[in-house]
């Protein structure tokens, strides 16, 4: 099973690859909100961990979609 996961990791699911290139575009606030949500995160763990307002947090989702159009786009 270990083998078949590693040749799917290698040959055919480039996905962790796409996720740190898009990560590695994102700056500041931006891209620690990123991480905490593809880290599991809720919108509100990530206020309450980060400092900020839920309301903060939402904005930061907004960027980071408008972030990945322009990615997918390029």
Avoid: H
Avoid at 36 to 61: C, D, N
Avoid at 66 to 73: F, P, Q, R, T
């Amino acid at each position: 099973m270990e083998d078949r996961v590693l040749e799917v990791g290698i040959e055919q699911d480039f996905t962790a690859i796409q996720v740190q290139e898009f990560l590695g575009s994102l700056e500041g606030k931006t891209k620690e909100v990123a991480i905490s949500l593809y880290s599991g995160f809720t919108k509100s763990e990530i206020a309450r961990m980060r400092g900020i307002a839920p309301a903060s947090v939402t904005y930061y989702v907004k960027r980071i979609a408008e972030a990945y159009k322009e990615y997918c786009i390029a």
